[in-house]
């Protein structure tokens, strides 16, 4: 599977930004869909997930700012982010897998940057 993600930029401090990664082909492999974040010379962090039947998960650190979303008829996703801080700077992955212990397909990233 391939995923394709979209949306990042340029957004200024307490701003919004959507994010949105599409999927190449419905597959068992998209049972599980979701985000990381890496932020320059930091680990990649766990942001977000969804599964097929819309169960949500959001890392504890960011519940209440960010809000993950599906469209299983268009094998998206959606990162929906607000109150951006300087914090959130990073470049921000799709993943994909059919469960905890599977394989992880990844997307290529976008950079999500927030000025002070």
């Known amino acids: 599977v391939q995923l394709q993600a979209s949306g990042g930029g340029l957004v200024q401090a307490r701003g919004s930004l959507r994010l949105s990664c599409t999927a190449s082909?419905?597959?068992?492999?998209?049972?599980?869909m979701g985000w990381y974040r890496q932020a320059p010379g930091q680990q990649r962090k766990f942001v977000a997930s969804?599964?097929?039947?819309?169960?949500?998960d959001v890392a504890d650190s960011l519940t209440g700012r960010f809000a993950i979303s599906r469209d299983n008829a268009k094998n998206t996703i959606f990162l929906q982010m607000s109150s951006l801080n300087v914090d959130d700077t990073a470049v921000y992955y799709c993943?994909?897998?059919?469960?905890?212990?599977?394989?992880?397909?990844w997307g290529q990233g976008t950079q999500v940057t927030v000025s002070s």
């Open positions: 082909e419905d597959t068992p492999d998209i049972h599980v």
């Open positions: 993943y994909s897998r059919r469960h905890r212990f599977a394989t992880t397909y």
């Open positions: 969804v599964t097929k039947g819309e169960s949500t």
